[in-house]
T-cell receptor, first 110, second 113 residues
Framework: QKEVEQNSGPLSVPEGAIASLNCTYS??????FFWYRQYSGKSPELIMF????GDKEDGRFTAQLNKASQYVSLLIRDSQPSDSATYLC??????????FGSGTQLTVLP | NAGVTQTPKFQVLKTGQSMTLQCAQD?????MYWYRQDPGMGLRLIYY???????DKGEVPNGYNVSRLNKREFSLRLESAAPSQTSVYFC????????????FGPGTRLTVL
């Protein structure tokens, strides 16, 4: 079992819709959770981080964490074509280093 | 303020050749990292340096060596390149007020023939 798993995608949503990206992790000692966005041919950039159970909102982005179920999700409201990218879930586990999922490719259709 | 810089951007090697990937950051960060990214496999940690003078192995260290030359610079060396090392290599750094955020360089695309 991979330590961090993401819904495989690719995911396509129409412009204006809500995109939902999911991630599960295996290390119960994990404390910090991150979502990175990576445009094709570019480096990853951090868009959200969450430490506590519940929701965290930042503009059109909402991160949701449920430690009991070991999942973290990212919702993108009012999706725009500029949101088309690969989204990487990263988890800081007991070993203190980040473990990345393999990513979900999102396409927002105009 | 350039952030994290990497050289070269592209490199083609023959099997058995050696090379060093260079990384520098100007954000006064303590921690630096080297990752490789392969299709469908996300980012995997090769080596990291929590502070100047220390280095530790990550998930996939075999075939690589690193040097934390000073606080700014962290290099990755391939002593004898293999086709399995064809990948995109990213350097990252973290530190400051939000030590959890890692800032990534632009990457080096390496092909080993």
């Amino acid at each position: 079992q991979k330590e961090v798993e993401q819904n495989s995608g690719p995911l396509s949503v129409p412009e204006g819709a809500i995109a939902s990206l999911n991630c599960t992790y295996s290390d119960r000692g994990s404390q910090s959770f991150f979502w990175y966005r990576q445009y094709s041919g570019k480096s990853p950039e951090l868009i959200m981080f969450i430490y506590s159970n519940g929701d965290k909102e930042d503009g059109r982005f909402t991160a949701q964490l449920n430690k009991a179920s070991q999942y973290v999700s990212l919702l993108i409201r009012d999706s725009q074509p500029s949101d088309s990218a690969t989204y990487l879930c990263a988890v800081r586990g007991s070993a203190r280093q980040l473990t990345f999922g393999s990513g979900t490719q999102l396409t927002v259709l105009p | 303020n350039a952030g994290v810089t990497q050289t070269p951007k592209f490199q083609v090697l023959k099997t058995g050749q050696s090379m060093t990937l260079q990384c520098a950051q100007d954000m006064n960060h303590n921690s630096m990292y080297w990752y490789r990214q392969d299709p469908g496999m996300g980012l995997r940690l090769i080596y990291y340096s929590a502070s100047e003078g220390t280095t530790d192995k990550g998930e996939v260290p075999n075939g690589y060596n690193v040097s934390r030359l000073n606080k700014r610079e962290f290099s990755l060396r391939l002593e004898s390149a293999a086709p399995s090392q064809t990948s995109v290599y990213f350097c990252a750094s973290s530190g400051g007020l939000n030590h959890n955020e890692q800032f990534f360089g632009p990457g080096t695309r390496l092909t080993v023939l």
